[in-house]
């Protein structure tokens, strides 16, 4: 299992989520923690990011030095979260 990290962004965004959402994502990230190449994981182009989706969501990351780095969580119907990960 690999360590996580996440940015100030993502820890402010988990702690506005409803109980519901918060658990979702938090699943996923345990998931990404174990299999950081999911099968529903997408390589965003131009970034050295990935991509996961949970329901409505986008946990946008990447693993360096065996972390798993977690950049943002945002609403994945969002265009503004594929424009983020240009800025970090």
Same mark, same amino acid.
């Given at each position: ?24 994502? #938090? ?32 946990? #946008? ?28």
């Amino acid at each position: 299992m690999l360590p996580l990290d996440l940015t100030r962004q993502a820890k402010g965004f988990l702690e506005q989520l409803d109980p519901k959402q918060f658990r979702q994502i #938090v699943r996923k990230l345990f998931g990404l923690m174990e299999d950081p190449r999911p099968a529903d994981a997408k390589l965003l182009q131009g970034h050295p990011f990935w991509r996961a989706d949970v329901g409505e969501y986008r946990i #946008v990351y990447r693993v360096e030095q065996n972390v798993l780095k977690i950049a943002l969580i945002d609403r994945r119907n969002d265009d503004e979260v594929h424009k983020k990960p240009g800025r970090l």
